[in-house]
């Protein structure tokens, strides 16, 4: 199984909601990722967690919220977002080589994301 | 991060071989060449990397420079599935994991 799988597909919330998006893998991979990718516009990581620990933080505002509850999911918390935050949000895993806590150069494996709407 | 320079756009015909150029002038020797491809409505997929030597697998072949500072992807026979953004990626062999996605290129494939 190298099935990546995010929920739910889309979401349109507005301003003041609080909602979760939900990323999954049963890979046994020890290194979760969360990007953005806006319309027609490359994808920008935003978070790395690696042995459920959070490695790197691309200065993403808080109003987005990572959490790694087991190594198989990887959820990203949303609160008072702004309608700029509308995007495709992927989620990707790989394996972990070499020294705990380091991520290696191995393949990311992708969702098909969820798209964003804010209103 | 080291940069990746592409074209922002190529066409090709289908059964026909395409050939993806990338220029990474600033490659360290520790930087590998990753390939990954984004199909319409999808999430990117993997399609090869490399450090020094060429490579095959059975999607495509990566060429590499001997000085290291371009490489090309070459897919050998084109099928309409093929047309996609494809994104030439330099990742580190260490430290942490870290994917940045430069502008790619968007292969047409004309049947």
């Not at chain 2, 399609?47 to 000085?67: C, F, K, W, Y």
């Given at each position: 199984d190298t099935e990546v799988t995010q929920t739910p597909k889309h979401l349109v919330m507005g301003m003041t909601?609080?909602?979760?998006?939900?990323?999954?893998?049963?890979?046994?991979?020890?290194?979760?990722?969360?990007?953005?990718?806006?319309?027609?516009?490359p994808p920008e990581l935003m978070f790395v967690y690696s042995y459920e620990k959070l490695s790197i933080n691309e200065s993403v505002p808080s109003r987005f919220s990572p959490e790694c509850p087991n190594s198989s999911l990887l959820n990203l918390h949303l609160h008072a977002l702004q309608p700029e935050d509308s995007?495709?949000?992927l989620c990707a895993s790989s394996?972990?080589?070499g020294k705990r806590g380091a991520a290696s150069t191995d393949t990311q494996y992708f969702g098909p994301g969820t798209r964003l709407t804010v209103l | 991060?080291?940069?990746t320079t592409q074209p922002n756009s190529m066409e090709s015909n289908e059964e026909e071989p395409v050939h993806l150029p990338c220029n990474h002038s600033t490659i360290s020797g520790t930087d590998y060449i990753h390939w990954?491809?984004?199909?319409?409505?999808?999430?990117?997929?993997?399609?090869?990397?490399?450090?020094?030597?060429?490579?095959?697998?059975?999607?495509?072949?990566?060429?590499?420079?001997?000085?290291?500072?371009?490489?090309?992807?070459?897919?050998?026979?084109?099928?309409?599935?093929d047309a996609a953004v494809y994104y030439c990626i330099l990742m580190k062999i260490q430290g942490a994991q870290k994917l940045v996605f430069g502008q790619g290129t968007r292969l047409t494939i004309n049947p």
């Open positions: 909601n609080k909602k979760s998006l939900k990323c999954e893998q049963h890979m046994g991979h020890r290194a979760m990722y969360w990007y953005k990718q806006k319309a027609k516009k995007a495709l949000y394996q972990v080589l | 991060d080291a940069k990954y491809r984004q199909l319409p409505s999808q999430g990117p997929e993997y399609v090869i990397h490399g450090l020094t030597s060429n490579v095959n697998n059975r999607m495509a072949s990566l060429a590499i420079a001997e000085d290291r500072k371009s490489s090309t992807l070459i897919l050998h026979r084109a099928t309409l599935r």
